[in-house]
């Protein structure tokens, strides 16, 4: 457990070290609060969409946070750094799973400053919903990072993750509720609103505006079903990562 | 001449070396325009649905603004390569003028934001409509100036940053500052109405009508749905804009790279 917590401690001090990154996310978050989500919040009849914004704004961050974890494995198969983990004494499945929690943990530290400016402008209603809806973000980093973490080793290819991500970045983010609710994705396209229906995203951004009591366009009635979506995500992911971390980890082949 | 062109050629082929990059961008400005503005559709105002009609139309011209914007910017984490790695000092040594080296850097990257613009600007006159043949003209000219504009902007800040980190805090700073304080997102009157109710500064105000994004955007839809009605002085600020940015960078680069 104590190789572990090396693992996490590293990849998080690593994400720190990234500061054009750290600063370049923040200016977005910001920026998206005083331009995007003030204006549009005049344009759009949903009540109160400014607060709805917000909140999934904040989850849009933390995914993109979280995905990063996968660019620091390939900027570590560039430098030959892969070498010197896999001679460390440390177990493969340990090195994956210190790197999946600590993928998760810096986006959360990370983004956990934004959250307060985030909680700042919506406010908290409950705070026994607020926790649940945090534990629920934290898996839900893990989850992203493990995801990010099984693309990078299933693909290999710097170019193609590349891509790969930003594709699934825009399709994840516009898929979801994290910028407009889950009625009105269905009414402007059925299968837009499917597939949002069975984003993690959709359910991370539902469940923190739950916590923090933003609940005029909640697309679920009981908040346990997203979480057990996110749980679910959490647990596939971690284990597909962990499986194939093992398997190709080995024999280079990096591009 | 041929020397720039030359130029041209170098910066061309390292473009589209980035062919997953710019597939990348196209995605997502694809999934803006497809799902993002059909979405966005839906939710309108009254007030604001009697202004724009349809918000996916209203959102197209903004974002071949947009796709300009960020393939033009390129040229200058290229240029911010070159300081960083030295290369600068062989681009100094090649036959020809330093005045020659800085406009073709400064074209090539408007030319390059041309290119990657064009299936966007088609998709754009294809969904919301054609243009007159001398409206065709307007449009193009102006974002080519606008092209040339931003690719200087970019090459200014690439020769004033010295380490990536500092490249990439100033280029997000400068991107969202244009893009969201602009009319690509929404209508200018909705700024308008922010900054005369207080809840917006009225310097930002005035810095998002003069914002050479707006105008282009705003050139765009006048062609295309009426509405803004079309104003010279759209024109001229893009104008004024791309002309101080690309002398200002050319000098700029110069200067620079020398003491580099």
């Known amino acids: ?255 | 001449m041929r020397q720039i062109i030359n130029l041209l050629e170098h910066d061309f082929r390292n473009f589209f070396r980035y062919k997953w990059w710019l597939a990348g961008l196209i995605s997502m400005n694809l999934a803006d325009l497809f799902i993002m503005a059909i979405v966005y559709n839906r939710m309108l105002t009254p007030e604001i649905t009697q202004q724009i009609k349809s918000y996916f139309n209203f959102f197209a011209p903004g974002l071949t603004v947009t796709g300009l914007f960020a393939s033009a910017f390129m040229i200058g984490r290229e240029v911010n390569m070159e300081r960083r790695r030295e290369i600068h000092q062989y681009m100094l040594s090649l036959p020809m003028s330093r005045w020659e080296l800085a406009i073709g850097r400064v074209l090539s990257g408007g030319l390059r934001g041309m290119v990657y613009m064009s299936p966007l600007l088609a998709t754009c006159f294809i969904l919301v409509g054609f243009p007159s043949p001398a409206q065709f003209s307007i449009i193009l000219l102006v974002l080519f100036f606008l092209a040339m504009g931003i690719s200087g902007l970019s090459i200014a800040i690439a020769v004033s940053t010295s380490s990536l980190d500092k490249f990439i805090t100033a280029r997000g700073l400068v991107y969202y500052l244009l893009f969201f304080c602009s009319s690509v997102f929404y209508p200018f009157s909705l700024i308008q109405q922010l900054g005369q109710e207080g809840r917006f500064p009225m310097a930002l105000v005035t810095f998002a009508r003069i914002n050479p994004l707006s105008n282009a955007s705003d050139i765009i839809r006048s062609f295309l749905l009426g509405n803004p009605p079309f104003s010279l002085d759209m024109v001229v600020s893009v104008l004024v804009f791309s002309a101080l940015f690309t002398f200002s960078a050319a000098f700029a680069y110069i200067k620079l790279i020398e003491r580099a």
């Open chain 1, 1 to 255: 457990m104590r190789k572990v917590f090396l693992v996490v401690e590293r990849d998080v001090r690593l994400f720190f070290q990234y500061k054009a990154m750290v600063i370049m996310r923040a200016i977005w978050f910001v920026s998206q609060i005083a331009f995007f989500g003030l204006i549009a919040s005049r344009m759009v009849v949903i009540a109160d969409y400014f607060r709805y914004y917000v909140g999934g704004l904040a989850t849009m961050t933390l995914y993109s946070a979280a995905v990063f974890i996968g660019f620091d494995i390939y900027e570590e198969a560039e430098h030959g750094v892969f070498e010197y983990l896999l001679s460390l004494p440390v177990t493969r499945r340990e090195l994956v799973l210190g790197r999946s929690i600590g993928g998760g943990l810096r986006a959360f530290i990370y983004v956990g400053a934004l959250i307060c400016i985030s909680l700042y402008v919506i406010g908290v209603a409950n705070p026994l919903n607020f926790i649940l809806a945090l534990f629920s973000l934290f898996l839900f980093a893990f989850g992203v990072s493990g995801m990010s973490i099984t693309l990078a080793v299933a693909i290999k290819s710097s170019d193609r993750f590349d891509i790969l991500m930003g594709v699934l970045d825009a399709l994840m983010v516009r898929l979801s509720t994290a910028m407009y609710p889950l009625n009105i994705v269905k009414e402007a396209n059925p299968f837009y609103g499917w597939i949002a229906n069975f984003n993690p995203l959709t359910y991370a951004s539902d469940l923190f505006r739950w916590g923090a009591g933003v609940e005029a366009v909640l697309t679920f009635e009981n908040p346990l079903l997203p979480l057990l979506g996110i749980v679910l995500f959490f647990a596939f992911f971690t284990f597909v990562g962990i499986v194939l971390y093992d398997k190709r980890i080995e024999g280079g082949g990096w591009q």
